[in-house]
């Protein structure tokens, strides 16, 4: 069974800095393509497309990343793939959010929820101003 474990939110302050961990396991094919999506407190109780799509990984690992957060976020992978991480600097008071770990048995990617078949539980991450 596949299951991700997301760390590392918290709270900071607008221009700060935070690093999410997401720790993959049971995954057993050959190609795996990640991301990271995030969901703002205003549309907690909205449906699962409200997420947002942050950054992602496909099986290559080729990156993509939604236009808010270019120049500020960074998706990685560790060497043994099993760790996924997202560094996020000059966070600002709209990136406040719970955020996502997703995955998906695929070689190419697409930044949406449907995309992605395994999900952890989310990390919020707050931002002050």
């Known amino acids: 069974q596949v299951q991700l474990v997301e760390s590392g939110g918290g709270s900071v302050q607008a221009g700060g800095s935070l690093t999410l961990s997401c720790v993959i396991s049971?995954?057993?094919?050959?190609?795996?393509?990640m991301g990271w999506f995030r969901k703002a407190p205003e549309k907690e109780r909205g449906a699962f497309a409200e997420r947002e799509g942050v950054a992602g990984m496909d099986g290559k690992g080729t990156t993509n990343y939604a236009d808010s957060v270019k120049g500020r976020f960074t998706i990685s992978q560790d060497d043994a793939q099993n760790t996924l991480s997202l560094q996020m600097t000059n966070l600002k008071p709209e990136d406040t959010a719970v955020y996502y770990c997703?995955?998906?048995?695929?070689?190419?990617?697409?930044?949406?929820?449907?995309?992605?078949?395994?999900w952890g539980q989310g990390t919020q991450v707050t931002v002050a101003s």
């Open positions: 997703a995955a998906e048995s695929s070689t190419y990617l697409l930044l949406t929820p449907e995309f992605f078949s395994y």
């Open positions: 049971g995954f057993t094919g050959r190609e795996l393509s």
